[in-house]
């Protein structure tokens, strides 16, 4: 065993959680017992050992996604200890920029251990002299976001691991008020004040010398996300409503209510929940894994639309802070939009009104769609690229929108800086309402885009891996052996993006361009055991090339689909062979 039984007796006598001391207490009875036994027991103490040795193999790293990590016992899992020592490291960091009575608000979701967590949190804050404030229930991350700058916090925590597995918790943190107050207040953390935080809580000494009042924080009433509903209800003008039937499924997380709410508010009362689905469960029992990405989790959704005759989809991951969408195609079958399709149908409704208003700017990440800079573009506003994640995208100065190819969109930086769930779906329904007035869908606006920008076509290639090792050996791979060619096309730039650059900070990605202008983008993911290759090609539409003008743009769009769907196919299998897992 690499860990001492020393090592692991000193932490179970630290840790407040009667659940998880039991559970260490046994792994090390079970380890310590094993030597000199045989058969079952020896194989019980070989498996007590690994996970020993696992646990306190080193410290659950405090970065800029905060914490994130499966629940359980030792410094390697998310737990009390973990998030009240991340929570006095934080407090520390706080007094020193803003003194006492720096405040923080708190916001939790329905996971197993989060209200806990956020207790703890509060209870950290308000023994170092600072003011906590926690949200009132288990509610979606938008709100806790919306809750920093609405009440000029000077940090906001949200306990949630988003749409990670069931046995896994959380821990992001967002800075504002005081410590934060240039475009990015009130957004998600990135560095140095990421490290400076980690150092604060690597100086944190044993938990039971950590202040934790019994009482002192304060729990707000539901005025937060009042007013909140109140701002979402806003984006959709009075009288745009119309009649539409909406689906709606939180896939077992905290936004069914809020989301059904805020649709009601801005005029959308057709609205079904999927009730297998509706009420928060943190054992997402309908789904194997609560991320609307994965194959099979609108499942239910389409079932639901069938039966009521939906007119659209929208399913919100479990902390809400992500928006999927699906409409029905001319032949009545369920099409789940892409993430890069509904970034580019909101951005065009964003860019129409920051044009009228005569400034703003549009960002996406570097592995989103380029499409959106098109868009920019032909309305005279500017566009930024940025690293992956919403930490980077709502810092951009004269941001009105912004957008990541993994469905998050962000359609009112003013008020929440961070990707959110409910005010995309709300904007994305009184588009499509407004598309059903003119005889049109959202199909069809994709159309129009297709035929004014090019036929913008892009994949998601992930491969998940027990072995985090063989991700960095794929990446080292690539380097030392870029691809010549991908789908029949030489590939003519090759950007190692750990370099950066003026216009882009070093993060761990390969991006290679093609002849024909078709795009790869590779990097490890930053929250799961994946790697993920963004593909995307570019196919005329129209008398552009390929097609003499025709008056059918949706034949010329089916056409240029067609084509598209080939070369991705061929992108896929070539980025497979390159990759090698």
């Known amino acids: 065993m690499n860990v001492t039984v020393e090592e692991v007796q000193a932490w179970i006598d630290q840790d407040p959680d009667r ?10 009875a079970t380890a310590t017992a094993a030597p000199g036994r045989t058969g079952p027991d020896a194989e019980a103490g070989s498996r007590a050992v690994a996970e020993l040795d696992d646990r306190f193999s ?3 790293e405090f970065g800029t996604a905060g914490l994130r990590g499966a629940l359980g016992g030792g410094p390697r899992r998310m737990n009390r200890v973990v998030v009240i020592r991340a929570a006095a490291g934080l407090s520390a ?12 608000v708190i916001g939790y979701d329905a996971r197993y251990g989060s209200h806990r967590f956020a207790e703890d949190t509060a209870a950290v804050v308000t023994g170092a002299g600072g003011r906590a404030l926690l949200l009132p229930a288990a509610l979606p991350t938008p709100v806790l976001a919306f809750a920093v700058r609405h009440l000029g916090a000077d940090a906001g925590v949200m306990v949630t691991a988003s749409h990670n597995p069931p046995q896994d918790n959380g821990y992001k943190v967002y800075l504002g008020g005081r410590v934060v107050t240039d475009a990015g207040q009130g957004a998600q953390i990135v560095p140095p004040y990421d490290r400076e935080i980690a150092d604060r ?10 202040p934790r009042p019994e009482s002192g924080w304060e729990v707000l009433g539901d005025e937060v996300r009042g007013a909140y509903l109140q701002r979402v209800a806003g984006l959709a003008p009075a009288g745009h409503a119309h009649d539409l039937r909406i689906v709606v499924t939180p896939l077992h997380g905290v936004g069914g209510a ?6 009601a508010r801005a005029g959308f009362t057709d609205v079904h929940l999927v009730p297998e689905q509706a009420d928060p469960d943190p054992d997402f029992p309908t789904v194997e894994f609560p991320n609307p990405e994965e194959p099979g989790a609108l499942d239910l959704s389409v079932a639901l639309a069938q039966r009521v005759r939906a007119d659209i989809i929208v399913a919100n991951d479990p902390d809400t802070d992500r928006c999927s969408i699906a409409v029905p195609d001319s032949r009545g079958r369920w099409r789940q939009l892409t993430g890069d399709e509904v970034g580019a149908l909101l951005g065009q409704q964003a860019a129409t009104v920051a044009a009228f208003r005569g400034q703003g700017v549009l960002a996406s990440s570097i592995v989103s769609s380029r499409l959106l800079a098109h868009i920019a573009a032909a309305h005279g506003l500017q566009h930024r690229t940025t690293l992956t994640g919403f930490k980077w995208i709502s810092r951009v100065e004269g941001l009105v929108f912004g957008y990541e190819e993994a469905l998050g969109y962000c359609v009112d930086p003013g008020a929440v800086r961070d990707k959110d769930g409910i005010s995309a779906a709300v904007r994305i329904a009184m588009l499509a309402a407004r598309q059903r007035t003119q005889g049109a869908s959202l ?4 159309d129009q885009l297709a035929v004014e920008h090019g036929l913008h076509a892009t994949a998601p290639l992930s491969v998940r891996v027990e072995d985090l090792s063989l991700i960095a050996e794929a990446m ?4 030392e052996q870029p691809p010549a060619t991908l ?15 003026a216009d882009l900070p070093s993060t761990d990605g390969l991006l290679y361009l093609t002849a024909e202008g078709d795009r790869v983008i590779v990097r490890p993911s930053g929250t799961e055991p994946k790697l993920k290759c963004y593909l995307e090609v570019v196919v005329p539409v129209g008398g552009r090339d390929q097609f003499a003008a025709p008056e059918d743009t949706t034949a010329a769009t089916a056409a240029a689909r067609e084509i598209a769907e080939e070369r991705l196919s061929r992108l896929r299998a070539d980025v497979t062979a390159a990759v090698g897992l």
């Open 19 to 28: 659940s998880t001391r039991a559970e260490l207490t046994e792994l090390l």
């Open 58 to 60: 080193g410290p659950l």
């Open 93 to 104: 960091f706080l007094h020193e920029r803003v003194g006492a009575g720096f405040v923080v």
């Open 201 to 210: 809580i690597a100086a944190v000494g044993p938990v039971p010398d950590v």
């Open 258 to 263: 809020m989301v059904a709410e805020a649709l």
């Open 443 to 446: 199909l069809d606006a994709l």
């Open 476 to 479: 080292t791979r690539l380097r």
């Open 487 to 501: 789908a029949g096309s030489p590939v003519v730039q090759t950007t190692d993006l750990a370099e950066g650059s």
